[in-house]
């Protein structure tokens, strides 16, 4: 029981109105995600699942997503995540046409390079794409643009690599599309070091588009 309200808790609709009824339902929610992902493997989802519901717990994904919630946020670490917020380097705006929220990432925007932070802000905006999906799977769409974007936005390697093992290992099975807008020549340099750490799985996701040819208005 535990570990079905802690599963459960991954949705925010569960997580602010904990019904012990409803349990069972969103924890299986929740579960079904990381099956399809695994392509029906259940060894292999059930220790994906494990591994999230980890993390989820040691980086307390709950009481992030709460922050902002005057019953049960910490004020001073609301004012914390508001003043990383306030770039605008990421946020969430946008519904593809089946209803899918969409993360938006803009790297020109990023202004420092705080591990800790960097994580609970993507963290936080990815967990408030995946609660305003409208889609029936609640899966989101990710929009990285690349628009005036140099090597002085680009984060230090080792913030690159745990940027990309938190949305692989965890948010993986919840993104429909990654669209990649109007890359640079300056950014193949970087794919080549991140792409051996994105799944074959994902990188069947990405799509390369530029906003010129408004490739986005065939998804919205």
Not at 53 to 72: I, N
Not at 123 to 128: G, P, Q, S
Not at 142 to 155: E, I, K, L, M, Q
Request: charged residues 25%; glycine residues 4%.
């Amino acid at each position: 029981k535990d570990e079905q309200n802690v599963a459960a808790k991954a949705s925010y609709d569960y997580l602010v109105d904990p019904h012990p009824s409803h349990a069972e339902y969103y924890a299986k929610q929740y579960a079904r995600t990381f099956l399809k992902a695994a392509n029906g493997n259940i060894d292999k989802a059930v220790a994906k699942m494990k591994a999230t519901l980890k993390f989820r717990a040691e980086l307390d994904v709950d009481s992030l997503r709460t922050l902002f919630d005057q019953k049960h946020g910490d004020p001073q670490l609301a004012r914390r995540l508001e003043q990383e917020m306030q770039a605008k380097n990421v946020y969430v705006q946008g519904y593809d046409k089946e209803g899918r929220s969409t993360y938006t990432f803009v790297p020109r925007n990023v202004r420092g390079h705080d591990e800790e932070w960097t994580i609970k802000q993507h963290v936080f905006t990815l967990e408030k794409a995946v609660a305003s999906s409208r889609a029936p799977d609640k899966t989101v769409n990710a929009v990285v643009d690349f628009n005036g974007f140099s090597t002085r936005n680009a984060p230090p390697t080792h913030i690159g690599r745990a940027f990309m093992a938190t949305f692989r290992d965890h948010y993986g099975s919840q993104i429909n599309n990654i669209f990649l807008v109007d890359t640079p020549a300056s950014f193949h340099c970087l794919w080549t070091l991140f792409k051996p750490l994105i799944s074959k799985q994902t990188r069947q996701k990405i799509h390369f588009v530029k906003s010129a040819n408004r490739d986005l208005s065939k998804f919205y």
